[in-house]
């Protein structure tokens, strides 16, 4: 007799399945209010997750690139296809090109898609990364001492994964406020510039080195500069032009 079924489950996927329905059903309560026709929003998110899963695998193959030349076979693409992480910014990426493709020919729908979709992004991002802290990938540096926190738990290491899930959940209740407040505002431009500033600072942090280091920063801190320096650049050309408009008389 077997009485009870005794079932394993790998607590990232367990995490990330967990902030992938909030943030769905999250999704799912704001169709009726921004008017998106029910197979628009499901179109748009099969192509966002398939964007997404792209994107973040592809990022994580270019960090690799030193490893594939000098292990090049199709097993071991397939391999490193199959059995790698996860890589955030790819997967973000993957998910705003998969959009801008799909409303190309429709700006208001793109503006609509974004206004919904962009709080949803770091609170999917939140559990994620409780996923990250579970497995006990993405961790921090070395503490000089262990450091007890609960009875029984001790870390030993920085909780990076733990810091950027708050910062996420923090995040996505300022998107979902801003977003009460003005319906022009650009919850995507907010989203980028203010996750990247906390990436690069983040980054800092951590001790695992698998996700590319470069001139010594991460692929992580070189995207996060690059997100940064584009909104900077993309602020003062807009300056410039609203300056440049004469006055009428």
Known sequence: MYPYIHITLPSYTVMAFLGGFVSLLFLYLGIDKYKLDFSVFLKLFLASALGGFAGSKLLF????????????????????????????????FGVIFAVLICTKKNPK????????????????????????????????????????VLNGIVFSRIPVSLMESAFEFILFGTL???????????????????????????????????????????TAQWISMAIITAYAVWAVLKRRKRNDIPDSD
């Not at 030193?66 to 490193?80: E, Q, Y």
């Not at 729908?109 to 949803?120: H, I, N, S, W």
């Open 176 to 218: 979902v406020w801003v977003r009460k407040r003005s319906a022009e505002a650009d919850l995507l431009r907010i989203y980028l510039t203010a996750y990247a500033i906390f990436r690069f600072a983040n980054e800092f942090l951590r001790g695992d080195e698998i996700r590319g280091i470069f001139f010594g920063l991460s």
């Open 61 to 92: 193959a270019v960090t690799q690139i030193p490893w594939i030349l000098g292990h090049f076979s199709f097993k071991n693409l397939i391999f490193l296809i199959l059995q790698s992480g996860f890589v955030f910014y790819g997967g973000l």
């Open 109 to 148: 729908l793109r503006k609509k898609v974004f206004t919904l979709a962009v709080p949803a992004m770091p609170l999917f991002h939140a559990f994620g990364r409780i996923g990250c802290f579970l497995s006990g990938c993405c961790y921090g540096k070395e503490l000089s001492k262990p450091y007890p």
